[in-house]
């Protein structure tokens, strides 16, 4: 999310079935992106970490499949879905997050085709999971244990900042701003 040219890139580590992640959605997220991506600051690359579950790895091969079935047409849709499961995220115990589940919640996400993205986990699923664990372990040698983390990398000045868990958005401001003027 945001502009290829940002100065600085915010990667985000996530998991659909973390309370904290949701927390990160709901109170911080949305000012980091009115401040900083709408401004060109800041680019997210949002990072799947799906280590709470069986039904954690479900939702983060879901999400590859709606990245590519709307990527080309209407990437927007995949902010709208990746929101949505947070917005509905059920308790950790609950099992919302059965591909059944998902689904359902998909078609109710305009700008999803949730036939699409059955078709997409169904058929890619195995190729899928190796990538998320390969970019889990890679998050494991920057110190990545949990959900949520971030690295905030400024690429002209190769200088970097990490926090970790739903802080508030005046610590990734001031991380942002450490990173900006180092």
Known sequence: ?????????????SDYRCPFCRRFERNAFPKLVENYVHAGAVRVIFIEFPYLSDASMTAAVM????????????PRAYWRWHSTLFDVQGSNNSGWASTEDLLDITSDVDGVDASAVESCT???????????HSEMDRATQFGIRGTPAFILYNR????????VGAQPYDRFDEAITQVQNP
Not at 1 to 13: C, F, K, R, T, V
Not at 63 to 74: F, G, S
Not at 156 to 163: F, Q, R, S, T
């Open 1 to 13: 999310m945001g502009s290829l040219d940002a100065p600085i890139d915010m990667y985000y580590w």
């Open 63 to 74: 999400d590859r499949c709606v990245w590519r079935t709307v990527r080309d047409d209407t």
């Open 122 to 132: 169904n058929t890619h699923r195995t190729e899928i999971e190796a990538s998320i």
């Open 156 to 163: 002209a000045e190769d200088v970097a900042g990490k926090l």
